[in-house]
């Protein structure tokens, strides 16, 4: 089951998994994750360590994996760091971990060593919604809310961490809310100049300027509903699917105003929601969060355990 990671993605502002000198030899098509009720969802993958981290949505904690050995531990304990939910997650310039902090509406960034730098709390500060997942590169880290229609920016360049702040505020006329999930993924273009972002319950993407803040529809051939984790390779969007268990390739035009979605990919996925690039593979996590108590509703059935992130190629 060996397989060699040796090239790179095409040039993209991501730091996660995007370093074409990086070759990691992985032993594993499945990357087993300790806990029974770990219910993961965001990752990040950091090239320069040769590790991955998925975090918690049901107690914060957040794990460590190395790519090469499988090897998983605790990187920084949910408890003890006042967090209970983990979604999004990614690693910056610095080797800083951020994390979207999905109902609790907050954002952690955490140190190298996994030790807590700073939490804001996005609902006090500005009446966030539900902070669901980032996007990185060399400036400037942006989140999404998938409840109020706003996104939220920190600076990342320098040693200390800029304080997030609310960049962008917008109606329904531009990107329009409804029930469920809205905004949920997001990608940076590699030029820097677009944010892509994914509306999971209309399955709409839209272009965001990051210089005028102007927002387009990206007029697609069929919607990508349930669109969950994006990435974004050149003019090639990636779109994890939950409810589909699939990737999907979405070929954008040069201008990221058009796409065309492409067959699925991936097998025995369970829910897949965020994902990294590793070389020539995605690692996916498979969340199971259809599974996942809620403390009003009971789940239609228990999670297959263990947890996992998988290993799929890009076709």
């Given amino acids: ?6 090239n790179g993605a095409a040039c993209t502002p991501e730091f996660d998994g995007e ?12 990357y087993k994750l300790p806990g029974d009720q770990l219910f993961p969802e965001g990752i990040a993958y950091n090239s320069r360590k040769g590790v991955f981290y998925v975090g918690s949505t049901l107690n914060g904690d957040v794990i460590q994996v190395g790519v090469a050995s499988g090897t998983a531990s605790l990187f920084a304990a949910g408890a003890a760091q ?34 807590l730098i700073k939490t804001w709390d996005t609902k006090a500060l500005f009446g966030s919604g539900f902070i669901n997942d980032c996007a990185v590169d060399a400036n400037y880290i942006y989140f999404t809310d ?18 997030v702040e609310e960049w962008l505020a917008f109606t ?10 809205n905004a949920n993924g997001i990608a940076l273009t590699a030029d820097g100049r677009y944010l892509i972002l994914v509306i999971s319950n209309t399955g709409k993407l839209f272009r ?25 390779s050149g003019t090639t ?7 589909t268990g699939q990737l999907f390739p979405v070929q954008l035009n040069n201008t990221y105003t058009q796409g065309t979605v492409g067959a699925g990919f991936g097998n025995q996925l369970k829910f897949n929601t965020t994902i990294a690039r590793a070389g020539d593979y995605f690692l996916v996590v498979n969340s199971q969060l259809n599974l996942r108590p809620t403390g009003t509703t009971p789940p239609p059935a228990l999670p297959t355990l263990p947890f996992t992130v998988s290993r799929v190629t890009i076709p």
């Fill in 82 to 115: 006042g967090r209970l939910d983990c979604r999004g997650m990614k690693t910056d310039a610095q080797n800083r971990l951020w994390i979207a902090g999905g109902q609790e509406n907050k954002i952690h960034v955490l140190s190298p060593q996994g030790s």
């Fill in 208 to 232: 965001i300027d990051r210089s005028s803040k102007a927002i387009t529809e990206i007029q697609l051939d069929q919607p990508v509903t349930a669109g969950d984790g994006l990435w974004l």
């Fill in 146 to 163: 998938s409840r109020v229609q706003k996104i939220y920016r920190a600076a990342v360049g320098t040693a200390t961490p800029g304080d």
């Fill in 172 to 181: 329904d006329q531009q990107i329009p809310y409804g029930a469920g999930f």
């Fill in 237 to 243: 969007l990636y779109v994890s699917r939950n409810v």
């Fill in 1 to 6: 089951m060996a397989a060699l990671l040796l």
């Fill in 19 to 30: 370093n074409p000198l990086n070759s990691i030899l992985v032993q594993q098509e499945t």
